[in-house]
């Protein structure tokens, strides 16, 4: 079984942000600007189980995972995530 999502970047939203910036006179060029998953612009995709008997699980797995990210405390990526098993 496996579980498959990816990243989202909503390129349309970043484009009014920049713009917005520029507009409110705080954008700064020269230098890349970084939308993580606590910003509008970045989100993952939605997650489709194998097994919907652990979709719940998985779902539940994958926002504590995410909320880690946005808090920075996830340690180790490999440990935590990238052998994820479920159940």
Avoid: C, H, W
């Avoid at 606590?38 to 779902?59: F, N, Q, S």
Wanted: charged letters at 25%; a negative charge; zero cysteines.
């Amino acid at each position: 079984d496996a579980v498959l999502t990816s990243q989202i970047v909503d390129q349309k939203t970043m484009i009014v942000e920049a713009v917005r910036a520029i507009v409110d006179g705080t954008f700064t060029g020269g230098a890349p600007t970084f939308y993580g998953l606590d910003t509008p612009v970045t989100g993952l995709a939605p997650i489709t189980a194998v097994d919907e008997a652990k979709a719940a699980e998985i779902e539940a797995k994958v926002a504590e995972v995410r909320d880690q990210i946005i808090a920075g405390t996830l340690e180790d990526f490999v440990k935590n995530v990238g052998a994820l098993e479920i159940g």
